[in-house]
């Protein structure tokens, strides 16, 4: 009954013809703001019936705004739209990742570091037992160090007699 009130307020006839002549987000907002005056013009319609149809033309405008949401006009990613066009990339005969080939190189470890250092356990941490102490494991981060180097140059200032502030050559 509510629902074929409203739709008649909005004057779209039955519920199911109601959806069929909606097509637009501008045909619901005109459509909503028709019905926002029927509904103020209305006199026959209990307070809490209309007080009901305007939340429920609230929660259409709402919810009409959310669908109409695309990563052009929110800050949603173009990723996570799922109406956003997607670029003609065709797949490539080739397998992902390294391929044949290139010749790759591996950094292999070296017999003298620049630095070491000797990481320490806390054998507080370890599960409760008996442990004894078994060399080393080792692994080498290889970072690559640039420097600045600000160089001054000193130049010796002859002045002759006549002419003051001349630098020599």
């Known amino acids: 009954m509510v629902a074929l009130s409203f739709c008649c307020l909005l004057g779209l006839g039955c519920p199911k013809q109601a959806f069929a002549k ?8 005109s459509a909503i703001s028709h019905a926002k005056q029927l509904l103020e013009t209305e006199r026959d319609i209990s307070p809490a019936l209309k ?5 429920i033309l609230l929660l259409i405008a709402v919810l009409l705004n959310r669908v109409t949401l695309n990563s052009k006009n929110s800050s949603k990613p173009p990723a ?3 109406n956003r066009k997607k670029g003609n990339r065709k797949k490539s005969d080739k397998p992902s990742g390294g391929q044949e080939s290139h010749v790759g190189t591996t950094l292999q470890k070296i017999d003298d570091p620049d630095e070491i250092e000797i990481i320490t356990i806390d054998r507080r941490t370890l599960p409760k037992g008996r442990y004894t102490a078994d060399g080393f494991e ?18 010796r200032a002859m002045l002759p007699h006549e002419i003051p502030g001349l630098l020599s050559p």
């Open 80 to 82: 996570s739209d799922p």
């Open 51 to 55: 007080s009901a149809l305007e939340v």
């Open 138 to 155: 080792t692994h080498q981060v290889f970072d690559i160090d640039i420097s600045r180097v600000v160089t001054e140059y000193h130049r």
């Open 22 to 29: 909606i097509a637009t987000p501008r045909d619901v907002d």
